[in-house]
């Protein structure tokens, strides 16, 4: 009579091997999508919507992130966690497209060959301008009490 | 760590960079990085090299991540108002 073995035995195959095999090609997936979407969030962070920013912003949104930030690092590659980290850091320091002074904001890029005298003066070296047209109107003189607009320099007190 | 003439002198460079970009005030960028920025396929450029240098070298990898950070955050603010 022999004695039974001391370690079980190891099962091959079956469900076991289908779940883990499953599971594994899963997780490629779930990387790829993770970083397609990382890659999406630091290139695209004015588009992730402002209240999803605030909430990232507060105490709980950033434990939150930090959070997802360790569960990276311990499940998944370092890389990841290192993009993920660009993308917090992206994402809180990213303000509101509606800030400022307008909300339709757009802009022009200035060339170096066309400098304004101002520019040249203080040795500005500006990239880019919002507006490039300035609209100025003649100075009125609406005072009831005088009879001409334009001052006479020689006239006398 | 591989400490190869070319991967200390990238990271010499990327140092130098990080410092003059990132630490002082007032220093514009090349016209050419300014002028791609508003491109969306030059950010996702920028970002598929990012992970390019994560897999050559950590090093590399986390002060190309510095220099991105820097240069996309510098851009945004410049190119809208306060």
Known sequence: MTAAPSTPPVMKGGVREIVMDFSKRQMAFVELVGGILLILGIVFPANI??????????????L?????LVIILVYGKWTYGVLFTVFIAVLLS??????????????NMVNDKKKWWVEQVLNENPVAIQDDKVSTNAIQDNRETTTSSVQDSKSSR | MNTSPGLLIAIGI??????YYGALIDTTYPQELVSLYPYPLWRVLLVLFLGAALVISPEIGILVAIAVFFYFMDISHFIKPW
């Open chain 1, 64 to 68: 939150l992130l930090f959070c997802i």
């Open chain 1, 49 to 62: 919507p402002i209240e999803f920013r605030k909430q990232a912003s507060t105490l709980l949104g950033r």
């Open chain 2, 14 to 19: 990327l140092i130098a960079w990080n410092l």
């Open chain 1, 94 to 107: 990213t303000r509101s497209p509606k800030e400022g002074f307008t909300s339709e904001f757009t802009f």
